[in-house]
C-alpha cells in the first residue's frame, strides 16, 4: 500500500482545527490537527466497524 499524505475531514470547512485521516504501512491513522503528535493507529476492518457503529447510533447513549 501506498502511504499517503494527512487528508482534513470534509466536515471541517476552511478552519484548522480539524481530523485528518491517512493510510501508512497497511494501517489507518487519525490525528487531530492541533494535537499533531497524538497518532490514533488501527486497522481499515476496525475503523470501518467503528464508522459503522456511530451510523447506527450504537455510542449516542454516550453523548
Request: charged share 25%; net charge negative; aromatic share 6%.
Amino acid at each position: 500500500m501506498t502511504d499517503t499524505k494527512w487528508q482534513k475531514s470534509s466536515f471541517s470547512g476552511n478552519v484548522e482545527n480539524c481530523v485528518e485521516v491517512r493510510s501508512f504501512d497497511g494501517m489507518v491513522e487519525l490525528r487531530e490537527s492541533d494535537e499533531g503528535h497524538v497518532i490514533l493507529r488501527t486497522t481499515p476492518a476496525a475503523l470501518a466497524a467503528l464508522l459503522q457503529g456511530i451510523k447506527a447510533g450504537e455510542f449516542d447513549h454516550h453523548a
